[in-house]
């Protein structure tokens, strides 16, 4: 019940195409669902977020949807462009005062110049 | 403003050998984690502190050893390390008031032979 389920393991998309990653969670006490961003060699990095009170977030090219009924959460990036290439990280908590995090496996995504 | 600082970034162990992954952070944050990223397998947390000589465990936390004597340093110790402790190691930090946004340090790559 803790686990956060995320697909496609590895992704491979062409210059301005659509990145889609998806994610599903089982804890109904959830109430935050980041999204990171990391490049080889570094942290990972926020990369947006959501609250289960909205369906859909966006941040530049950057869009999380948010099925409540369903537990799924989305990240698409809209025109991938090269410097997109990196591994991704949905994850869930419970702002319950601890900012624990529960992690996705991670989506690795390349772009094709 | 270094942000989260770990050390060291690379090291080999041989098994059975002990060391310390130094973590610290300079923005005064009294939120400090610990996670491993194996491939494949995301982020577990290993252990995790919510202020001065407060630390809790995680997901992960047999075969590793945490204290928090100040609020800048969070160091993991590893005992009688083990090839399964081969990993990357991330430290990150975060504060009330901040989103819930996690700050990671860039990591540190020990291998166990």
């Known amino acids: 019940q803790q686990q956060v389920k995320q697909s496609p393991q590895s992704l491979i998309v062409q210059k301005g195409g659509i990145s889609i990653i998806n994610c599903a969670y089982e804890?109904?006490?959830?109430?935050?669902f980041p999204w990171y961003q990391q490049f080889p060699g570094k942290g990972p990095a926020l990369l947006i977020a959501?609250?289960?009170?909205?369906s859909e977030k966006k941040e530049g090219r950057f869009t999380i949807s948010f099925n409540k009924s369903a537990k799924q959460f989305s990240l698409h990036i809209m025109d991938s462009q090269p410097g997109d290439s990196a591994t991704y990280f949905c994850?869930?908590?419970?702002?319950?005062?601890?900012?624990?995090?529960?992690f996705g496996t991670g989506t690795r995504l390349k772009v094709l110049a | 403003n270094a942000g989260v600082t770990q050390t060291p970034k690379f090291r080999i162990l041989k098994i059975g050998q002990s060391m310390t992954l130094q973590c610290t952070q300079d923005m005064n944050h009294n939120y400090m984690y610990w996670y491993r990223q194996d491939p494949g397998m995301g982020l577990k947390l290993i252990y995790y502190s919510v202020g001065a000589g407060i630390t809790d465990k995680g997901e992960v936390p047999n075969g590793y050893n945490v204290s928090r004597s100040t609020t800048e340093d969070f160091p993991l110790r590893l005992e009688l390390a083990a090839p399964s402790q081969t990993s990357v190691y991330f430290c990150?930090?975060?504060?009330?008031?901040?989103?819930?946004?996690?700050?990671f340090g860039s990591g540190t790559q020990l291998s166990v032979l």
């Open positions: 804890n109904t006490a959830f109430d935050y």
């Open positions: 990150a930090s975060t504060e009330v008031g901040l989103g819930e946004k996690l700050f």
């Open positions: 994850a869930a908590s419970t702002t319950s005062g601890t900012y624990k995090y529960i």
């Open positions: 959501i609250r289960p009170d909205v």
